[in-house]
Structures are given as structure tokens and as C-alpha cells.
């Protein structure tokens, strides 16, 4: 029995390192975030 | 809330409110499907009792499997809560922030496509081109109104935009005139269907769109039977050497095959593959949006084979890539690690507040699909501004929790409750859902994940590490 976790960006923690606004408007999931040193 | 689901082999837990995604085998599924509402003992007893033949599933290892369970819990990765309620406006608490406009440079087309949402271009209208100088001053108003946003977003769209060929690329020089004037960085994208590309719209496009949406149904017959020019002739063989030329010199820049599918080719994987093996590998397939009523609309009793075609679809992508002949699928492109912050994901497209369309005339509209539903889904005139503020408040309140039947949704952080045109065309409010699109949506990101699981575990069996077993790639 096995459970492997993917990398995932953590939603919880994006409520303070998320936000700025400067991602392409839009699937809204398969927008890259723009700030690849947040994300 | 968890969502589980297995397919092609795979069995995925997805912790929704912290995106957290975790590949299982099927005794470890069900057990984080019992686990978060029933105790320890039973969610023990019941699976020792549903697998006696397994000899894996041992008292120990169940009892390890529910302390993996315990500390995923802990650590915010499994059986996370809604914190985000008070989060919901960041990205409209200032509804005159404006980031992206999309210019309607052309009210008119060389092709007659029934199934066009724009009414084949005029959007049930007079047919017209924008002006330069409307076009001009809407970037002017973009700037203005733009903020702290840096990054600013125009797309040329109709109608077909190179029948006002001319206005595009003069506008594109008047944001560049801005860019330096202001230090905001411009975006521009164009939607064609083809028709007049030639050499000198191709080395425009390539230095200076950002990206290149090129409309193609697929197959030639399936193309043609809908994409027809004024004298009913098929575009096929008119724009896919066009295409195939335009992406050969596109380089490594960004472009989109678009296509859409109806009921008459439900069997769309075939247009996927004659995508493919014509060169192109950047795709999209969209299901037709339309009257219940016509012929090409999606009815109920399709879905199965909708849901098959996009299964096999994930399946083809992952040989094709084995073999070095990988192509990305837009709606399959999941970046798990960097994708959107909650921030977005609860705010959605933006239509209404920081997304405008643009008519010839001037006039502003939530988005382009509220262009030809007439003056009650006028915003105002880039000459007023916004004048309906009742209307501009709708959309900035109208984040995913405006979506009653979002509420117990697992998918509602990757679509932020959906399209609000489709919602306002199916149920007459932008606050409803489209519901046959959110089965289609859901199935897309079942596959999206999936396929982000066999990626990540193609690159551990050839590190060395551990296969789960029963996968299809």
C-alpha cells in the first residue's frame, strides 16, 4: 500500500505568496503564475 | 473535501482545498475515502475485511497507512478546509483596474462558419472595422486605467482582425510608443482563421504577437463542412499550408491550433491526430457552445463518448511521446507545481473588471461572447468610461462563491466557477453554471492529472525508483 505526493503548489500557503496580479487573463488552471520566485 | 477518481491505471486523490494531489494504489484510495469520516477501528476493520486475499493488507500496514494519513493531514495536505472565503476579492477589489482588452478590430469575415458564437463575425450587427484611432485610444484608456499591473494584455480578435490588417499593426506600434513612455509591457495576440495570411503577416505575428490562436477543425471534411467561405467553398486546403508555413517559421513562440468540435464529429481524437501528424503541436479542441436546438449541438447521451475520446486522447499523448512525437493539449496542461495562486483561482477570468472588450465603435462589454447580447450587457465607451456600475458590480462579485452549484464542486479551483457567458446563455445568470461544460471541464482535469501522475512517474522508473503497477503509458 502505497501513497506518493506530488509537487504541488501549496493553495493555503499562496494566500501570502499569491496575489500580484500580473498573470494572463483567462482555463484558469492552466495559466502559469508569472512569479516563478512565489509559485 | 477530497475528490478520488481512477484512471488509466492510476488511483488519485485530490485534496481540493490545498491542491495537493496523491497517487494511490486502490486499498490506500479507499481508505483516504473512508478515512475522513469514520474512526480509526472501522475504517480498519472494513479494509482488512474487503481484501482478505490481499496479503498486503496486513493489521500493521493498515495501521501504518492511517499514520501517513494522520501526518499528511497535518502537514495541510489531506482533508484541508475552505479558508479562502475572505480571500475571494483580492484581484477586484478595485473594479476599475483594467489589465486586458480585447479588440474587436474587425465586425466582419471571409468565412461563414454556422456554428460561429459571433453571428459569422458581426455579432447581429452592422459589419464594420475599428478605427486606428478608436483602437489607439483604447490603449490609451488600458494604460490609464491599468494601475500597478505591468503587464498589459491586447488581443486582436472579431470577426477575422487581417481584414483590418492595417489598424493592427499600427496599433501594435502605438503600444510600443507606450512601452516606452511608461515602462508597462504589452502583450498582444490575434485569432485568425487564415484566410489572408501571407509572408508579411506571418513576420509580423512572429515579432510581434505573443502568441497566435489559428482556427482548424481538423480533418478536411469536417473542417469544411462548417468553415466555408462566401461562395461555399471549404477553407481547408486555402489555410493549412498557410499554417503549416506560419508555424515552421514561428520558432519556439507561442501559437494554438484551435478547433472545435460539434455532433457531427464526436469521433474528435481523429482530428487531434490529423492535427498532429499535419506538424502542428500545439493544440486545443473546444466543444461546440450553441442552441439546444441545433443540429451540432452536445446532448446528454454523448457524453460517454466525449468522455472516451478525451481518455484516449491522454493516453495517445503519452505514446506519442514515448516515440519523441509529443504535442501539448491546451486543457491537458497542468503545471501542478507553479500553476495559479487561490487568489486566481477564486476570482477566475476577470470579465467585467479586468478584462473589457471592445467593439468598433468603442463601446465596452464584459467579454467578447457579451458583445452581441445588445445594450444590456453595455459596460460603457472607452469616450464614458464605465456607466453601468450595476453591471460592473455583478462581475466583480461574481467569483466562485456567487456559484451556489460550485459549492460542494471538486473542480471549482481550476475553473473558478466556469464561463460566465455560457452560464448567462444556459440559466440567464452570470452567477449560474453551465452545466453540460462542467462535465466536460471535470473529465479534462480528471485527465490532466492523471496525465501529471504517469509524467511523474515515467521520470521515477527511469531514476530507478518504484512503478505502481498496473499504469498504461
Redo the contacts between chains.
Keep these: 500500500m502505497k501513497i506518493k505526493t506530488l509537487n504541488t503548489r501549496d493553495l493555503a500557503a499562496s494566500l501570502k505568496n499569491g496575489g500580484c496580479g500580473e498573470c494572463q487573463t483567462s482555463g484558469v488552471a492552466n495559466q502559469p503564475c508569472e512569479n516563478k520566485e512565489q509559485a | 473535501m477530497v475528490h478520488t477518481f481512477s484512471l488509466n491505471g492510476f488511483d488519485i486523490a485530490l485534496d481540493v482545498?490545498?491542491?495537493?494531489?496523491?497517487?494511490?494504489?486502490p486499498?490506500?484510495l479507499e481508505?483516504?475515502r473512508m478515512y475522513e469520516t469514520q474512526p480509526l477501528e472501522t475504517v480498519m476493520g472494513r479494509l482488512l475485511a474487503d481484501h482478505p486475499d490481499n496479503p498486503?493488507?496486513t493489521a500493521q500496514?493498515?495501521t501504518?497507512?492511517l499514520d501517513?494519513?494522520d501526518e499528511?493531514q497535518a502537514q495541510?495536505?489531506l482533508y484541508?478546509r475552505d479558508?479562502?472565503q475572505n480571500?475571494a476579492l483580492?484581484?477586484k477589489k478595485d473594479p476599475n483596474l483594467v489589465?486586458?482588452l480585447c479588440l474587436h478590430v474587425a465586425h466582419a469575415c471571409n468565412l461563414t462558419c454556422s456554428y460561429c458564437f459571433a453571428g459569422q463575425g458581426h455579432y447581429q450587427g452592422e459589419a464594420a472595422l475599428m478605427p486606428l484611432s478608436t483602437a489607439k485610444q483604447a490603449l490609451d484608456f488600458l494604460v490609464k486605467h491599468s494601475g500597478s499591473?505591468?503587464?498589459l494584455?491586447v488581443d486582436f480578435f472579431g470577426g477575422e482582425p487581417l481584414l483590418n490588417w492595417q489598424t493592427v499593426k499600427d496599433t501594435v506600434a502605438h503600444g510600443r510608443e507606450l512601452e516606452k513612455q511608461t515602462g508597462k509591457v504589452f502583450?498582444f495576440t490575434l485569432t485568425t482563421n487564415g484566410v489572408l495570411l501571407d509572408d508579411e503577416v506571418t513576420a509580423f505575428c512572429n515579432q510581434e504577437m505573443h502568441n497566435v490562436v489559428l482556427s482548424l477543425d481538423g480533418r478536411p471534411e469536417v473542417h469544411d463542412h462548417y468553415r466555408k467561405d462566401h461562395q461555399g467553398r471549404g477553407s481547408y486546403h486555402t489555410v493549412v499550408p498557410k499554417f503549416q508555413r506560419f508555424v515552421k517559421l514561428r520558432g519556439d513562440k507561442e501559437y494554438y491550433i484551435r478547433g472545435t468540435f460539434t455532433r457531427r464529429n464526436l469521433d474528435f481524437l481523429e482530428d487531434i491526430r490529423h492535427m498532429a501528424d499535419l506538424g502542428f503541436d500545439k493544440l486545443s479542441m473546444e466543444p461546440v457552445v450553441t442552441a439546444p436546438d441545433s443540429p451540432e449541438a452536445l446532448r446528454e447521451e454523448d457524453l460517454p463518448v466525449i468522455f472516451q475520446q478525451y481518455e484516449e486522447l491522454a493516453r495517445e499523448m503519452l505514446a506519442r511521446e514515448k516515440q519523441g512525437k509529443g504535442f501539448q493539449f491546451?486543457?491537458y496542461?497542468?503545471?501542478?507545481?507553479?500553476?495559479?495562486?487561490?487568489?486566481?483561482?477564486l476570482s477566475?477570468?476577470?470579465s467585467g473588471t479586468?478584462?473589457l472588450a471592445v467593439t468598433p465603435a468603442g463601446a465596452l462589454y464584459p467579454c467578447h461572447q457579451f458583445v452581441g447580447d445588445g445594450e444590456a450587457y453595455r459596460l460603457g465607451s472607452l469616450k464614458e468610461g464605465i456607466t453601468n456600475r450595476e453591471l460592473q458590480e455583478a462581475f466583480q462579485h461574481n467569483t466562485v462563491y456567487e456559484h451556489t452549484a460550485c459549492g460542494d464542486c471538486w473542480a471549482k479551483?481550476?475553473?473558478?466557477g466556469g464561463c460566465a457567458a455560457n452560464a448567462c446563455h444556459a440559466q440567464g445568470s452570470i452567477h449560474g453554471v453551465y452545466d453540460y461544460g462542467c462535465k466536460l471541464?471535470k473529465k479534462r482535469?480528471e485527465c490532466?492529472i492523471m496525465l501529471?501522475?504517469a509524467k511523474?512517474e515515467i521520470s521515477s522508473v527511469k531514476a530507478g525508483g518504484?512503478s505502481?503497477g498496473d499504469q498504461n503509458f
Aim: glycine letters at 8%.
Design positions: 482545498y490545498s491542491g495537493s494531489v496523491h497517487v494511490c494504489d486499498v490506500s481508505a483516504i498486503e493488507v500496514a493498515v501504518e497507512l501517513t494519513l499528511l495541510g495536505k484541508t479558508i479562502y480571500s483580492h484581484l489589465k486586458a499591473r505591468r503587464h494584455e502583450r491546451y486543457h496542461m497542468l503545471d501542478l507545481a507553479h500553476g495559479p495562486c487561490v487568489y486566481k483561482r477566475g477570468c476577470g479586468e478584462y479551483l481550476y475553473c473558478a471541464f482535469m490532466a501529471a501522475a511523474e518504484e505502481y
